[in-house]
């Protein structure tokens, strides 16, 4: 069977698995799609991308790639583009195509919507109007790295992780976002871009020892996966002209316990020499999020320390 073959008889099997499902009119279906892999896709993504009345997408030009890929055929009048420039205004004109009965599907150009890519204003305003919004499931770059990251927290009370998006720009503000992470006792995990993976690359590497789990064109042919301490981040960009190319995901994993807690007693230290103690306390509570009265104890600790 040949490759366009096998993926349009995908199209008879998402017909034949989700079509005994309900699919309410007047409802906006939120449809991830593959980041990289076409075989990636949920057949009942498949399934309603086919029954949508209207596909709005990121870019139209690849939305009608991927989906004559599986041969679902959509005129131009069925596809509108919502992007981030457009989101407010586009999500005008799904507001008013839901509320004629259609049904709405939206994706962006790869993965799940309204993470990093648009979505989220459209499904609030979905939402504003009190019109039903639907998840379709499906490639997340963000969890496709976690699960074979090997992420062990060292604190059962701060599992979990804290996705930061994109780094900033700016290299003041990325050092600084990258500095804030140094004693975070939940893995972070960040994306980035082939144009600025070397500048993230620097701002990371002052992370030290930290572990840190690099997905480069993850679900693609030329799928990466390497873990290091951050310090080696750099280098290992360098060894390989071709490390520079593709999409990044990154996952920073948890500050050690015994690293974490060095930390905010240095927080502490710090305030302790330029403000009252229980300001000193309060403040490094809200910056570390330590219980104040454990700081508040510790902070003793100290003042007596340096008096004796």
Not at 100 to 119: E, F, H, K, N
Not at 151 to 163: C, K, M, N
Not at 259 to 267: F, K, N, Y
């Amino acid at each position: 069977m040949s490759f366009e073959k096998a993926y349009v008889g995908a199209l008879v099997a998402a017909h034949d698995a989700a079509s005994g499902q309900h699919y309410p009119q007047g409802a906006l279906y939120v449809a991830a799609t593959p980041i990289g892999n076409l075989a990636d896709i949920s057949l009942r993504a498949l399934h309603v991308l086919a029954l949508a009345d209207t596909v709005a997408c990121e870019d139209t030009r690849h939305t009608q790639s991927l989906l004559r890929a599986f041969g679902i055929d959509k005129t131009g009048h069925q596809l509108l583009a919502l992007h981030q420039h457009n989101e407010l205004e586009g999500a005008i004109s799904v507001v008013e195509r839901l509320r004629l009965g259609q049904r709405v599907a939206y994706v962006s150009d790869a993965g799940t919507p309204g993470i990093s890519d648009p979505g989220a204003r459209l499904a609030a305003a979905c939402h504003q109007q009190g019109l039903r919004v639907i998840p379709l499931p499906g490639a997340s770059s963000v969890t496709a790295l976690l699960s074979v990251a090997g992420v062990i927290s060292g604190q059962p009370e701060a599992s979990g992780f804290l996705f930061a998006g994109f780094l900033p720009s700016k290299a003041s503000e990325r050092s600084l976002a990258v500095a804030s992470w140094a004693a975070q006792t939940r893995c972070v995990v960040v994306l980035e871009a082939p144009h600025r993976i070397e500048s993230a690359a620097l701002a990371l590497a002052q992370l030290g020892r930290r572990r840190i789990t690099i997905g480069r064109e993850l679900t693609k042919q030329f799928e990466e996966i390497a873990s290091m301490d951050a310090v080696n981040f750099p280098a290992w960009l360098q060894a390989d002209a071709n490390r520079l190319r593709g999409e990044f995901t990154l996952v920073i994993h948890p500050a050690a316990v015994v690293a974490a807690a060095a930390q905010d007693l240095r927080v502490l230290k710090l305030l302790l020499a330029e403000l009252p103690l229980k300001t000193a306390v309060r403040l490094a509570a809200d910056i570390t999020g330590e219980p104040k009265n454990a700081l508040y104890d510790a902070a003793l600790a100290l003042k007596n320390s340096s008096a004796a």
